[in-house]
Structure formats: structure tokens, C-alpha cells
């Protein structure tokens, strides 16, 4: 299969990359941006020496076309409603990495990325790709919305309890924590080492886009549920997120039978690890892997559930889940590719 | 005033050092340690090269009673349960850093630090040392127990609704990140470079010993208030904490009521800065310093207030805040050798 | 092929364990340590949950015998001089990672290392196993004594002149950095976090290990060397080798001229990246991987050769020889199973 | 003393404001800025919320003229030039932390910095503030030029044996490291936190504009000096520098005489320590101090000098040293307001 990459240039285009040199089932891969045009990748991506000759290729549908099987599409906020419903006509399956197909609702989308929504079609055609809890959904599909990276480890974090309609519908907090990677690769005052470094922040209170895309789908599972608090904070490391999540269940349960409930949930789920009682993940213990990691316990002193859910932002939190969901589309094996090891340490 | 300081070798104990060297009051420095006797303290810590002659003295309650006025204790736990008595007796006023006299129930003390708790008369004379909030007290005691590093954060991010019974009484939870500085200097897989760098951890889950001293005091100030959520995370940095404290007001009230109420509150704090509407604080941003940053807001879609507090766990969290007791202790301006900026970046 | 791991619970058995989980004739790993036999590997290393259900296994000369092909020794110093010989009559190949069989010369092995050298025979019968330099040794070596983490960086970065006789002889000097992974797992003041973090270090100046293993091969390929320098620093990273390496050239060549050498010399080389001219390698961009990245240039004020020669220290510099080594020894490819991309970011 | 500082928001203005806040003889301090002008200060650095209300004032020469009784010129390269002989006409004396007027001939200057020189007559007025050294001509000084962070951290350390003309000539390495912090508050992917977090790089080799401002130096002490070769490197971290420095001395002379040399030559140098013999700096012990610590050997295997020298680059290497010339200037002791001790861990 051969496959394309709009937006290459980005952390999510070269973690693309880096899982596609190993995919079985990738013949090629084509790198598309709309800057750079002509220049070697490796003239981006150094630690690419020798293990990729692509240079970046101008967007051109007609081109395209005839090039590659698969889109995927790596790029900032704005691009993907302009560019998917092209491909979509070209005939060709696009994976979309960005927030911009995810929200069906366009007031909601233009509220809180406060930006005009992609055009209402597109958004409808777009399925959303959370790998583990909508297979069926992504196996026919042409259009993947691959979920943002805070959500992914929220959204595996409770679809346990919210599957089964069992969170108090008003109390669910979630405090989560990211490497800076998540922010991308262009240079801010946002992304500054000196600014980052030994310094923990926290940031767009109440406000972070990625708010709504949690509560749509929670709802979709427990439609009671009252609006969430989200929190993101920016800790001092490259990659990884953690989201600690403190809510209520309706059923009286103990903290194994809590375990176990997950246990059982994502038993066939390759991806997802439940740690045994009374262990909680860290986020390098998945660092460049496509797992994500759940801890669970319930405090006997005050009755309330604790979940720790962990991925690397990069992989199962857009690069990673973004191939796992072409595997779905294509009816191969989930893991697919996807197989590698978490770096420790 | 010649001071004393036990377990000077720790960071605590450093950070005391640090401070005294600049404190006008602060005639001579001894340095006091169970291990390492004779030894020149620069040994331990080659950054005061030039900036101190001191070597380790022993432990002689004789000697010290004739060398010293003050006591700063900044042992390990168990070590002041042993020393404070005799100190009192030889009429000594102590300031302990550790958590030992901090919890008045003894039983309560010994289910959450698993040991011994100290006499129950040496517990029931030391005085809480919140220093803004305690300043009465202080001025009067003997022996102080300095407050803990995540207890600090919080309580004073808590004390302005927690004073006026405007805290929802069953729905308090804090999510609390520290860097590794508070752990102290003792080598352990917990502190190992390799394990913590790039990395980001959860600890202790519903277990951390700051839970209960959080819960006296708050119960002190709000009486029907039930037991909090708290969690400690580890960032992969050396100093600062970071409180984020979710939580309803029984009043309603605008996020610009809030942020003045707070504002108000701490008006004659001088190391407490509420900050503006809309902005957070960053631990940086009181690294090196005695300062409290404290941003606050009311969410409008779900009603709840977030509170973000942060402190330098080894300034306010414990050194600062322990040459802050001993200025009340004396009468003298509380912000006396305690001006530094922060050091930022 | 059945592997054998001695020593598994430290970083370089970890790492073993990474790589041979995808290496495709590496039927089973069996993993063997002297403490904490009978517990499951993962309570050492949860990142390998589901992924491993080893338990650690006593050393037991008869057992190892019937149950593996190959052994990696990845124990601290000392242990190997014990071992090896026993496997050795067993009949055992083995692959050793402690610096134990490097130094051919007891005597100097003790100088440096401060402790007894192993029995005269054991180092006699180690090649050194400088993979890209020593591949026709490898193939028929029993015991392979696995190149340091500084030496690899350097002695690649040099062979190409060192081979040739091109090196000015009395001028070679050698400034390395490492992460702090190179430290090992065990903890201590020089790997705690506190001490490390935003801190850069020198240690061992003029007294580490490792220098003379460089020299032992410097002087086999250009026996007129005289004793180089050799300095060890600390950086705040968990990975990662540089070594900047200043010397001359006794012929006339151009920067470009000396480039070209370079990249003739590692042509057949897939782990060995010559970067193009004026460019330089980061360690990040070898992170997890097997490679080694080498720039150079000759400065035209100073006519002095500048190399600059990067590792991951826990691949290339450890484990990851350590299988190309494997690889080399029994005709496989020698990138079999060691084809990871760098992470990166 | 009114003072003003041109370019304060960048760190090195930052880090002045934080040394005046408490310096005995800064009565105000202004804030110039070509950009932001009537923002508020502390919104760029929250970190000084209730310790300075200054905003940032326009650069009009009228009213510089009336407010201010000395400037600080932390503005970037290209700026001195214009604005210190307009100062000069007005009566103010200059501390220019730029590169800008460091280099006496202009056209070395344009060759490194590939920019043009400032006017040739401002140059020659400039005094080299490297403060322990040139004591004497600071003190009449109307116009001083700052050292570079690099070179103050490697003329320290190469002062006590290049001022004797004991270097060999031909024979000078300089290996430097720094943290992040000296590439300024400009955001760029030189300083973008997912590029440099646990990544070590090597930066214009051969090319640092820093290498001919040291040689300037050096052959004005030791004259028959050839040029040097200078490699710096970019730790991550956020603040520091340590130069370790490669040479070998043309008097014969054991380890200890070296060590005592340097002891005596800097016996008056309350910023400058020695360290012990066998006893080398690290980065950390000198954090947010004024100090530079050094630390020498000789190997004796090779007879060559390893010298070890570490400062903050943006005290040392910066703010702390204008401020250091600004006493001298003044006849003030030099270390006013500069006896901060080191912030560590």
C-alpha cells in the first residue's frame, strides 16, 4: 500500500514515519507539505539519515491521485476542511491527525477552537477513530477523525465506567499532564526550554479545545453525563501524558472489583494494559510505544475512584493510533507495525 | 542570635543554611549531625565554598545548650521525638521541620506514617507554623511544626473558603505535583535520574502522609468538612510544587468575586501574591523565593472553582517558611532575610 | 536460539530484553540474576507488562547448560571473571558487557580499575568485539568482550584516521559527555535526581576507565600513539553519548577531503551515519537506536581535526552492540533485529 | 543611583532587575524597550508581580538624559552601535552587555558576527570589563564592554597562566558547554524545549563569535599565543557553563604548584574560587551566582593541563558581572550586592 503523508514536516508526520519504515503492509510513503517544497526530508528530520530518501512533495490532488492509496493528514488546524472532501472525491481513504473533523457539532467546534468549522458534510462523513471502542464504525469507513491526544487517554480511561453507565453524572475531574511534543514543533514562547525547563505550568483553564471533544463522546456512552472540568497542565519532558481522573461510581463496588471491571473490559484489547492492583503506570513506561496504561482504585475513605491513564501523546495520542486505525480500515491485524517496545529508560 | 541547625547534610537543612547566610539577625550558624562529625560541611556541599567554615559538630545536649538560641530541626522522621523534649528542657526553642509533631492524634499520626508517633506532651506543645495564618500562636511558642511542603501549598490556596465556611463540605480534591527536591538527598530508586527524567509519576495514592495534617487544619477552619481527595504526583524537575485544587462555594460568586476575596484575604501577606484574573502561576516563578502564587477561577459551565497554588517546596515548603516562624517568633519584620526574588529562568 | 541474560534487572539487560523481544531468531530469553530470584521480571520493569512473563532465575551452571544457546553477561564488575570461564566449559558462547575482558594487560586492568583482573586465560581468550573493526575475530569467537559505551563513540570516530597511521601522535584529545544511564540502575549520590538535574558535571578527570581500553586499540591500529586524554562529563539526559574529539592529521587534506575518507571507511557500515559536511549529530537523533552518527571537519585557522561521534549509550554503546555482536557471530545479517529508528523528538 | 536598562525584556535585562532589586545603592531602575512600550513589566516576567510596577518606557535620548544617571545595554546585537555614543554625548556611562563593541578591530569583527562593525571611534572608547583583570581601567571607564558569557568563564580560567606566559602556544582547547538560557528569550528551534530536552548538541563549530573575543585576550596577555580552537555545546539545561580547557604549560610544575598558582593569583577574587585539589565545579554550585570556580589539574601520564571553569552564564556570564563593573566604576566594593549564594540543588 502506498501511502501519503500531508503535513510531514510536524512531530505527527515524522512518528508517521518513523512506524511506517517498519510497517509491513507500507510500500511507500510519500511526504506532502505546503513549505519546504523539494527539500530532503532528512534536511528536517536529521535522525532520518540514510533511512529515508523522500523529499517534500507539493499538494496536488492530481498527483495525488495516482500516487497513494491513503492519506494521512498531519497537519495544523484549517487544513484538513479543505483538503478532505478533494481527497474524499479523488476516492481516497484519509486518516485526519488535526481537531478539525472531530466535533460534529460546528457552533460547539467554533466556540472553543475559535475558528470557522470544516464544511458540515465533511464532518458528518468523518467517523471518530478511538481505536479500541469503535472498530466496527472505523472498518468502513473513508474518513477517520483520529482522536486528540488528551481525550485518547481520558476516554480509555473511563469508557469502562462509562460504557456501563455507571459514573455519578456530575463528577468527573480530570488533571491531566503533558510533554511539551504535544504542542508541536513550531518555535513559541510556549515551547521555549528556558521557559519549560524545572518549571511546571498549567494552562488555558477551563478552557482547553480538547474539552468538548472528551464530553461528546462520554455522553455518547452515558448520555446523562453533566459537563466535565478539564485541566491540562505542561510538565517538563518531551512526551508523554498522564490524566488522573477522579470521579464516583453509582454501583458500590471494592477497588478489585473495580480492577477487574476494567480488567475484563479491555481484555482483548492489545494496546491497553490494566496494572495489577495498587500499581499505577508512569508516563515513560510507555514512551514510544502505542500502549496506554490504567490504574485504578477506589478510596475507602471517601468513596471516590481514581484512574491513572498514560500514553505517549506522539504515539497512542495521534502517530500511533492514526496507523492502528489504518490497520482496522484494512481489516489487518490492530498492532500491526505497531508492535515496538516501550524505551526504558 | 546563634542558631543551631540538625540535619544540616539534607536539603532542608541546606536551604537553611542558604538563607542564614544573608538574615541580619543571624549571628552564627551551627551546624549540627548524627553522621559525618568533623567533617567540613563544604564536603557535603561545595557550592558554599568560601561562604562557610563550618564542620559537622556532634549532637551534645550540654554543648549546644551554651552554643546556641534557637534550634532548627531538619532531621529525618523520628529524630525530633527524641531531641525536642530534651531542647525544652534545656529551654531551647526548637522549629522542626519534619512531620513528626505535626498531627495532634497520635493513632491518626501513626496509621499514615507508619511509626511511632512522638510523646503525646512534646505533640501537644508545638504550635502549627502556617505562618500567615497562625501568627499568634507563633509568636508565643517554644516549639514550632513547620508546616509540610504540599500542606503549605494547599492550605493556603484553601484557607480564604476554608475560614469562611465557603467550601462545599464534600467535595474537595487536590491534585499535587512536587519536584524532587522533596524527597531529600538520600539515594533511592525514587530519586534515581534515569528513572524520573522524561518522566512523570504518580505516588502514594490515597496514601500520602500531607493528608491528614491537610485535613486537621482545614477541619480546624471549616468543622463539617469531610475527608479530601489528595494525590501526589512527581514531576521530573528539582524544586517546586504545584496544587491544583478543585472545589465548589457554598456562596455564589463571580470569578472576579472569587479572585477578589482571595485578593483581600491576603492583603497583608506579604509573601502570598494572588495573581491577576485569567493568570496562573508557574512553579518557576517562585523558584528560589518564600513566595505563595495563587490563581483562582470559577468555571461557568460547571460551576466549580479551580485553585492553583505553588510554592518553592524547600523555601515556603520548608527552609523559608521556617526562618519565617522564627522572625514572628522574635517580633521581627516577617520578611526579614526572606526577599530574594525568584530566579526565574 | 535460546538466550540466556545475566544480570537482567540493570539497564543493559533491560535493554537486551527490548531488542530481543523483535529479534527474529531469538526463540526465548531466559533471564538469570544473582538477587530477587523467583520474582517476575515486570515487578522490575513494568514497561514490559504483557510483554514478558519472565521471573528472574538463580545462576546455576547445570540449569543454564540444558537451557540456553548463548549467554549476554550484563552484571556489574567482577562478576564476569567468575562466570565466563564455567560457561566457557559448558560450552557456552558468551557475550560480555562489564569491562572485565576488555584490557588485555592485567596489570593496567587493575590500575584502572581498582580491583582484581580476571584469571589470564578468560581475557586471553575474549575478542574484543568492536563490531563494524572486528568482524572477522567475531565470527569465530566464543567470548566477546563488548566494547565500553566512551570507546565505541570514540574508536569509531577515529578509525578511519587511526588506521590509516593519519593521527598526529602525541595529540589526541577527547572530551565525552554521557546521560546519566551510563551510571547504571543502582542508586547513589552521582545518579539522584536533585544533584543532576540542570547541572553538568565532570568526573574522573584524568582517571577514567575507559581510557585505557581506547588506547589499547588506538595503539594496535597506530602503534606510534602516544597516551591521549580522556575527559568524562555528566549531562542532565538519560541518554546519550558525545564525544568531541580534537586532533590533526599528518597528511594535507581538505575538510572536505577528510569527510570523503570518512564515509569510504564506513561505506558497508549500516549502523555507522557519516553526516554530510558542516553538519553535526545531536545524541537525540540516535536515541534508541544502533547507530553512530559521525561529523567532521578540519578547522582552517587552526589546521586542527574536529570529530564529533554520538551513541545511544544503552544501544550502540551496550546492548545494542552487544546483539550485532550475536548477529556477527553466527552469519546473520548484522543488522538482524537492531533496525529500530531513532526516537524523535 | 538612578539606573536604566535598555533591552530589559530579554533575560539578561531580567536577570539585572533582579540584582538591583536589591542592591544598596540602586535607588530606581527604568526599563527602556524598543518594543511593548507602557506594558507592564511584570507581564513579561509574572515572576516579579508586587516587586516592580515599572512599565516600559520608550527610547527617547531627552528624557534618558534626565532620569537615569548610568544605562545598561542589554539590548540585542546591532543596537549599542546606534545608542552609546548618543549616551556618551549625553554624560551617561554605558555597560553594554552585547558583543557589539568587544572586538577593537572592526573588520575581525564583521568576519564573525557577519554584521557591520559600530563606529570605530565608540569601539576604541570601550573599556573590556572582564572585572577581576582590568580593574584599573574600569574605574575611569565611561563605556564598558560586557564580556561574552563563553569568554569570562575561559579567560578566568586561562588568566593566571596566560598572564605569566606559561601556555604553550600552539596548544589551546576550549570545550565549552551551556544551558539554553544564553541563546536569549527569542522562541526558535534552537531553543524549542522538544528539540533540546534530553539531547546534547554541538553548535557552530569552529564558528562561535566568542573565539576571536577570547584570542583578543589572551595574546594581549601571552602575546606569541596561536589562535585557539573553541568547540561550544548546547546541555539541557537552563543555566550554566562549564569550559573545560585542554593545554599544556612550558614550566615544569606538579599538579599542586598549578592548584597553588592559581590560588594565589585569585586570593583577592572574592567571585573567583579555587577548588581544592582532586575537587572540580559542576554548573549547579555556582546557580544564580555571581562566582566563577575553577578547578585544575595535571595528568601525569601526559603532562597536560585540564582546567576546569564554571559560571552562570547569565550572572558571571552577564548581569552579575555588569553589575560587578558598575561597583568598580564606582568605586564601590565589588561584590555589592552580588554575595547571593548559589541556589542548589
Chains 1, 2, 3, 4 share one sequence.
Not at 458540515?120 to 479500541?132: D, R
Not at 480538547?210 to 448520555?223: C, V
Not at 505542561?234 to 477522579?246: D, E, H, S
Request: aromatic residues 8%; glycine residues 8%.
Amino acid at each position: 500500500m502506498k501511502i501519503g503523508i500531508i503535513g510531514a514536516t510536524g512531530y505527527g508526520g515524522a512518528e508517521l514515519v518513523r512506524i511506517l519504515n517498519h510497517h509491513p503492509y507500507a510500500e511507500d510513503c510519500i511526504l506532502y507539505s505546503s513549505t519546504g517544497e523539494g527539500n530532503a526530508y532528512t534536511d528536517s528530520y536529521p535522525h532520518l539519515r540514510n533511512l529515508t530518501k523522500q523529499s517534500l512533495q507539493p499538494i496536488h490532488i492530481e498527483t495525488i491521485q495516482e500516487e497513494i492509496d491513503v492519506m494521512f493528514m498531519a497537519a495544523p488546524p484549517g487544513v484538513s476542511g479543505e483538503w478532505s472532501p478533494q481527497l474524499a472525491a479523488a476516492g481516497i481513504p484519509v486518516i485526519d491527525l488535526s481537531g478539525d473533523l472531530r466535533i460534529q457539532n460546528p457552533a460547539v467546534y467554533e466556540k472553543w477552537y475559535k475558528r470557522k468549522a470544516a464544511p458540515k458534510e465533511t464532518i458528518q462523513n468523518a467517523v471518530y477513530g478511538l481505536a479500541e471502542l469503535q472498530k466496527e464504525e472505523i472498518q468502513t469507513a473513508k474518513l477517520i477523525a483520529n482522536p486528540g491526544c488528551f481525550p485518547t487517554a481520558v476516554l480509555l480511561g473511563l469508557a469502562p465506567l462509562a460504557q456501563q453507565k455507571l459514573l455519578q453524572d456530575s463528577f468527573v475531574i480530570i488533571d491531566a499532564k503533558t510533554g511539551v511534543s504535544g504542542a508541536g514543533r513550531k518555535a513559541s514562547m510556549g515551547t521555549h526550554f528556558s521557559e519549560l525547563n524545572d518549571n511546571f505550568n498549567i494552562y488555558k483553564v477551563n478552557k482547553h479545545q480538547h474539552t468538548p471533544e472528551i464530553e461528546q463522546q462520554l455522553t455518547a456512552w452515558q448520555p446523562n453525563l453533566k459537563p466535565v472540568t478539564f485541566s491540562a497542565h505542561l510538565a517538563p519532558m518531551t512526551r508523554g501524558i498522564m490524566a488522573t481522573i477522579y470521579t464516583e461510581v453509582t454501583s458500590e463496588m471494592s477497588s478489585a472489583q473495580l480492577r477487574e471491571l476494567y480488567s475484563e473490559f479491555y481484555q482483548d484489547s492489545y494496546f491497553v494494559r490494566v496494572r495489577p492492583e495498587g500499581e499505577y503506570p508512569a508516563t515513560k513506561e510507555v514512551y514510544g510505544s502505542n500502549f496506554c496504561d490504567i490504574g485504578v482504585t477506589i478510596d475507602e475513605r471517601t468513596n471516590r475512584v481514581t484512574i491513572v491513564s498514560v500514553i505517549d501523546n506522539l504515539m497512542k495520542g495521534a502517530a500511533g493510533q492514526a496507523v492502528q486505525n489504518l490497520n482496522v480500515m484494512n481489516g489487518w491485524k490492530e498492532e500491526t507495525g505497531l508492535t515496538m517496545t516501550p524505551v526504558y529508560p
